[in-house]
């Protein structure tokens, strides 16, 4: 069975600081994908990158990162510089294989403060 | 492109009444996903179909609940008879296994969310 924890329930931060949030997944499966969505508080969820299980290399999107480490099995999210918008609440989540069930944590509350 | 689309986006109902959720998947995407949002639970998968076939339904917490998927463009989530412990955002996904425009492939883009409340 899949599980993933997000250790950290609420984080608060002051604005054009830098902040990670963590996550560290359980599979027993070799070919899994990872991903990490946003809800703001209008309380939809937007996809934010999707990382499969052979692709170690870390990703950068403007002031976001992510750090994958198959060692650890933690898929770690950075926001650079915050910002007001970024307060949401951000899931980590994993599936095993095609069209399968997404696992996901139990979010990160993430307020920047101004 | 139309993301997900669900319907209605609210819905206030009392214990007892037919509740019926609807869901439009991305065009060409051929899994569609229902999740249930709640504070205690957290989100939960209820049910997934793939090329309209329901495939897990091991989330579906109870008879109460059935979903349909009659075409690749529309499944609905019915509850009958409503209680007060379904009340939660109920959340619509759908993917694709390939890359299609605009999205990446084995990625479930989810739809707004039905706000469920059960009087």
């Known amino acids: 069975a899949q599980k993933v924890t997000q250790a950290q329930t609420e984080i608060s931060v002051v604005e054009k600081e830098d902040v990670t949030l963590d996550c560290v997944y359980e599979?027993?499966?070799?070919?899994?994908?990872l991903f990490w969505y946003k809800q703001p508080p209008s309380g939809e969820l937007v996809f934010l990158i999707r990382?499969?299980?052979?692709?170690?290399q870390n990703e950068i999107s403007g002031r976001y990162s992510w750090n994958f480490q198959k060692s650890t099995s933690s898929f770690n999210f950075t926001i650079t510089a915050s910002q007001v918008v970024d307060s949401a609440v951000y899931f980590c989540?994993?599936?095993?294989?095609?069209?399968?069930?997404?696992?996901f944590g139990e979010g990160t509350q993430l307020t920047v403060n101004p | 492109d139309a993301g997900v689309i669900q319907s209605p986006r609210h819905e206030v109902t009392e214990m007892g009444q037919e509740v019926t959720l609807r869901c439009k998947p991305i065009?060409?995407?051929?899994?569609l996903f229902w999740y249930r949002q709640t504070m205690m639970r957290g989100l939960e998968l209820l049910i997934y179909?793939?090329?309209?076939?329901?495939?897990?339904d091991s989330g579906m917490p109870e008879d109460r609940f059935s979903a349909k998927m009659p075409n690749a463009s529309f499944s609905t989530l019915k509850i009958q008879p409503s209680e007060p412990r379904d009340s939660a955002v109920y959340f619509c996904?759908?993917?694709?296994?390939?890359?299609?425009?605009?999205?990446?492939?084995?990625?479930?883009?989810f739809g707004p969310g039905t706000r469920l409340l059960v009087l």
């Open positions: 996904a759908s993917s694709s296994p390939r890359r299609l425009a605009g999205g990446e492939k084995e990625t479930q883009y």
């Open positions: 599979t027993r499966d070799t070919t899994y994908y």
């Open positions: 990382r499969n299980s052979f692709d170690e």
């Open positions: 989540a994993t599936h095993e294989t095609s069209g399968s069930r997404l696992t």
């Open positions: 065009s060409g995407h051929n899994s």
């Open positions: 179909f793939n090329n309209n076939v329901p495939i897990d």
